[in-house]
């Protein structure tokens, strides 16, 4: 559909084919990856990913700057903030030694990824057509105990999408904090995390919205062997938020472990997708959401597993629980399994219920006013989705 | 302090209470008894506002006032107290910050100050000394994890804090050792004075050796059918409930 890549070519901020500083290869890859792009259907509910939301909300022109009601990431927590604003990504100056930061069209490779081929993903991809900024982070193992690196997404141009491409490559033995803070902008962002064998990743990621902001995130996550993942959503408000986590190991031994608390109210949508690839042996997956609809919001959770054949020793847990706050809030909850191998260890569920109305009227009963025991109940209902 | 005149309680959709009377005066200990599914969790449950129990005849004053159209989070702010038979567990909150918010949630609705955590913390420190338990528990999320005796001694120690002028335990006995009974009995004791009242409704007596009730009522088919002293208590230990059929 050869509208679509000239629609999204047009709301993009800035338009990277008129970026004098690209270098002239890259608006090559850019402008090949825009014409596959015009082959493919635009985004709609076809798709499985895009099944329980309105994907038009996309086009939707909101006239105002559009900030997060929350900017809580404590800034002075880390040694490094990268900030991606209008005017680019700015780096600090002094970087510690066991870090380096470059802009993300001076780096080697800003990753083609192959999650390209599959149409559900065709919002993520056309990042690769249209991103203008981003940065590549090696992190080596030398990083301190405490490293902690901040990505804040800080774009006051309302009305176009802000494309970042960001890479983070975390050398063996690396151990690393990156917290993504979502603080203003139509961002859609693709990440590409490398994880080096025995490296440890934490990862934050914030969405905090108010109810006209949209945001599009990709993380892709390659684990070596013996590497581990632990990451942390949180997702709040916003007229639009989608959400793609893709997992492939390249080793054994290794650990994927997210908790994704999606709350979504008013007319939010919120889609949290985790694809875990259990190509090799012998890794672990465990992802865990906790989702609170309220008024006339939606949230869609879809945790898959896939697990190739041979790829035994496989373990993998997925638990997807669910509270409806209102009558008309709508929450799609869906554990997936395929499995190709013999011996695997899988364990899933999803519920979808209300607010324990016993455990309300307990904390009424000592004094405390509905509307706080009900926010009391909620954070009690977070809190296992709470991996770091 | 607490007028119950002829009410009639419905729970879920199950008439339960039926023309139930009582008058408890400040400083007074009324025991209720009765047999399994006679009503006596639904009396308690009716007063303290929980979802789901539903006057629907009769009425109740606390205090001068209608407790019946006050909130549940109301009626514990004007004093009221309800030591549930079965605690909830309430996961990732911490018992001291509930106890907290709860405490500062009446004093707002007294129209008082709250208190800061430090100076709640030597208050519940003291309380909990006194009270003979342990510590650990303020440390410790709401009820999840506790032995049944654990959750029945922390409802005394939420009482103990919050200092209701109408305290009413549920059962608060049952599955409990001598020890543990010591304790609760104790907590109510100490609570006890001129403007403090209690309902203790009770399976066993034995609890009644602990704490000295002025009046005895049984509670059968969702009304009172006796009224008596301490002495009642032991009868109906002799005796068991086998007369109420007669
Ligand atoms: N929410 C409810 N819905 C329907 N029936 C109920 C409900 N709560 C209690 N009951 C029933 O009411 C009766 C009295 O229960 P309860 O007051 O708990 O008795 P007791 O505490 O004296 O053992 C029982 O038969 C019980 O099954
Ligand atoms: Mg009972």
């Known amino acids: ?388 | 302090m607490l007028e119950i005149k002829n009410i009639h309680a419905k729970a879920g959709d199950k008439n339960i209470l039926k023309n139930l009377n009582l008058s408890v005066k400040p400083g007074e200990v009324h025991a209720i008894m009765g047999p399994n599914g006679s009503g006596k969790s639904t009396l308690g449950n009716l007063l303290a506002g929980m979802p789901h129990v539903e006057a629907t005849e009769g009425s109740v004053h606390f205090k001068g006032k209608n407790l019946l159209e006050l909130e549940p989070e109301e009626r514990a702010g004007e004093g009221v107290f309800l030591a549930f038979q079965y605690p909830v567990e309430i996961p990732g909150v911490n018992n001291m910050y509930f106890l907290r918010t709860a405490y500062n949630a009446q004093r707002k609705y007294r129209g008082e100050e709250g208190i800061d955590s430090a100076g709640f913390l030597r208050m519940v420190k003291d309380k909990i000394n006194k009270l003979h338990m342990k510590d650990d528990l303020l440390k410790r999320p709401v009820n999840v994890g506790f032995s049944g005796g654990e959750k029945k001694r922390n409802e005394v120690f939420q009482m103990a804090v919050l200092e209701p002028s109408l305290a009413i335990l549920d059962e608060t006995d049952s599955g409990l050792d001598i020890d543990a009974l010591k304790i609760v009995a104790d907590g109510v004791n100490q609570l006890r004075d001129s403007n403090r009242s209690f309902i203790i409704i009770t399976h066993y007596q034995r609890l009644l050796d602990y704490i000295e009730p002025d009046y005895v009522h049984v509670l059968a088919d969702g009304q009172i059918v006796k009224s008596g002293s301490k002495k009642l208590a032991l009868e109906l230990e002799e005796q068991g409930y086998g007369w109420l059929d007669a």
């Open chain 1, 1 to 388: 559909m050869a509208g679509l890549m000239l629609d999204w070519l047009a709301a993009s901020n800035p338009q990277p084919q008129k970026n004098l500083t690209w270098p002239e290869d890259l608006s090559k890859k850019q402008q090949h990856a825009a014409d596959v792009l015009k082959t493919w259907p635009a985004p709609g509910r076809k798709l499985e990913f895009w099944r329980y939301s309105d994907a038009s909300r996309l086009k939707k022109d909101p006239l105002k700057p559009q900030t997060s009601p929350v900017d809580a990431a404590h800034t002075a927590d880390h040694q490094v903030v990268v900030v991606v604003s209008d005017e680019g990504v700015s780096v600090p100056d002094n970087l510690p030694d066991w870090l380096t930061v470059e802009p993300i069209q001076a780096s080697e490779q800003p990753r083609w990824s192959p999650l390209d081929q599959t149409p559900e993903l065709v919002v993520q991809a056309a990042n690769q057509a249209l991103f203008s900024q981003g940065v590549a982070i090696k992190v080596s193992a030398q990083a301190p105990a405490e490293a902690r690196i901040l990505l804040r997404y800080a774009v006051k141009e309302p009305s176009r999408w802000t494309y970042v491409r960001n890479l983070v490559q975390l050398a063996a033995g690396a151990e690393v904090v990156v917290d993504e803070l979502l603080v203003s902008g139509r961002i859609n962002v693709n990440n590409f995390y490398q994880i080096g064998e025995k490296a440890h990743l934490k990862r934050h990621q914030q969405v905090i919205l108010d109810d006209q902001q949209q945001h599009i995130s990709l993380q892709h996550f390659t684990l070596a062997g013996e590497a581990r993942v632990t990451t942390q959503h949180r997702h709040q408000g916003g007229d639009l938020q989608h959400h793609v986590h893709w997992v492939d190991f390249s080793g054994e031994q290794a650990e994927y472990q997210s908790g994704s608390i999606n709350k979504a109210a008013g007319q939010s949508h919120i889609s949290d997708i985790v694809v875990v690839n259990h190509a090799r042996k012998n890794n672990r997956s465990e992802v865990t959401h906790r989702s609170l609809a309220d008024d006339s919001a939606s949230v869609f959770n879809n945790a898959k597993a896939i697990v190739a054949k041979g790829a035994d020793g496989s373990e993998i847990e997925q638990d997807l629980k669910n509270i409806l706050l209102s009558n008309d809030a709508k929450i799609a909850s869906k554990p997936e399994l395929e499995v190709y191998a013999d011996e695997v260890v899988a364990a899933h569920g999803s519920t979808i219920g209300t607010l324990d109305e016993e455990a309300v009227f307990y904390l009424q009963s000592r004094g405390i006013p509905l509307d706080l025991a009900r926010e009391m109940m909620m954070v009690s209902f977070e809190q296992e989705a709470l991996v770091c």
